[in-house]
């Protein structure tokens, strides 16, 4: 996961590409532990991640977690 | 819910669309439990979303919920 | 409140106004009670909304509330 | 204050400059009472206000304070 | 400090600048008091500000303090 | 650190890399004291900075930080 994108010789479409690039949608799959700002810990598996949501299943229900409302993940 | 947009050979016009993707949309008509940053569990039907708003209904009575005091939705 | 803006074959001048379309601008001139995130409920007027605020008029004197500062609003 | 930016047969050119509008700009100059996020209560001249910022005068001492820490203003 | 960046007859490049300004700029070199929204009080010279941040220097060590965290600044 | 990145007789190309600057970026391969809003604060190494994210480890164990969940850094 430490692997950043690579810098250099790109062109422009790439370069854009790489300024919007996330960490967080390399969770995709994966089980984390999510810590809120109000304290919760969920820990779940990522079954989606947009630009401000993270997707977790907790026991085949799915929660809709704002990317705001988070501090750190585990992973 | 867990189907992700998908990625692959896709024109720009349908590009731009993926990135302002947001899970929050597929909610509308939906019974959701809505956490929120002061503790408050908001249980509803969400009538409407818009890109910092969610309205819901709880008793014939509208309530426009900003995304940003949301910290996730149980659905 | 409830009718969201229509989908479906517009003009793309249109459709870019549909995604920033808001609630909030529709309670202009209605009573409402608004939830702030310091747990205050300012129970007023709308007498002016902006993209980052909403001015309510209590008792005569105006207040600019800041949207960041609404948990939610209920009308 | 109460006063809106008209709307109607506008050109594109205004229609945008409408679009950031802010009230908040309206209180340059003026005495404001600034209740914070925090609790506080900052009472002042507003000497100055950019997008992210008002500057209020206190004793001939001047406060940057962020937008994004208020509250609410009365004036 | 309270001078406002003027308005009037500019030129549009002018005018884009003017609508990105920023009055935390201008503490570069000044020590200054910097309220924290957890209730920290920073006593220090600023050695750079950048879109997001502020770079204070507290007994040769430094400091990046992000501006979302910060409710106000004395100066 | 202190260095600011420099003024004066650039091309719009490079203007536009300065407007975007930040210190954050400099962090990578520092080890830092992270100070979360949550009155958490996290000693590590920086293994990742992207726009919003910084990526730590600690005891071979990564974590991805939110900036907007952190108020100042020590390095």
């Known amino acids: 996961m430490n692997k950043q994108p690579k810098k250099g010789g790109k062109r ?4 854009r590409q790489q ?6 949608r390399r969770l995709n799959g994966k ?6 700002r109000n304290g919760e810990i969920l820990e779940a ?3 989606g991640v947009s630009n401000y949501e993270i997707i977790i299943k907790i026991d085949d229900k799915e ?4 990317k705001h409302a988070i501090d750190y993940i585990e992973y």
Do not use: G, S
């Not at 089980?31 to 809120?36: F, G, P």
């Not at 929660?63 to 704002?66: E, G, P, Q, R």
């Open 19 to 24: 300024q919007n690039f996330e960490y967080a």
């Open 31 to 36: 089980k984390v532990k999510i810590h809120l």
């Open 45 to 47: 598996e990522v079954t």
């Open 12 to 15: 422009p479409q790439q370069k």
């Open 63 to 66: 929660i809709l977690v704002y």
